[in-house]
């Protein structure tokens, strides 16, 4: 499933079994992943770099066009 720019994001905490449900909704379709602490630790420290680096990946694409 590729998630779009105009899709909502939404987070549900779940204290009984110490996670987040993560929902993707871009009124067609919907889809949820629930992450336990450490994986979503590692989403929080990864995804600024892949924002970063996909940033440029643009910004070149776009100065080459």
């Known amino acids: 499933m590729t998630v ?3 899709t909502e994001v939404r987070c549900i ?4 079994d110490s996670s987040v449900e993560v929902g993707f909704d871009d009124g067609d ?3 949820e992943v ?3 602490e450490h994986a979503l630790e590692q989403c929080v420290a990864k ?3 892949a924002l970063r680096q996909l940033r440029e990946a643009t910004a070149r694409a ?4």
């Open 4 to 6: 779009r720019g105009n």
């Open 13 to 16: 905490v779940s204290s009984a």
């Open 34 to 36: 629930v992450l336990e």
């Open 29 to 31: 379709e919907c889809f």
């Open 62 to 65: 776009d100065s080459d066009a």
């Open 47 to 49: 995804f600024p770099e």
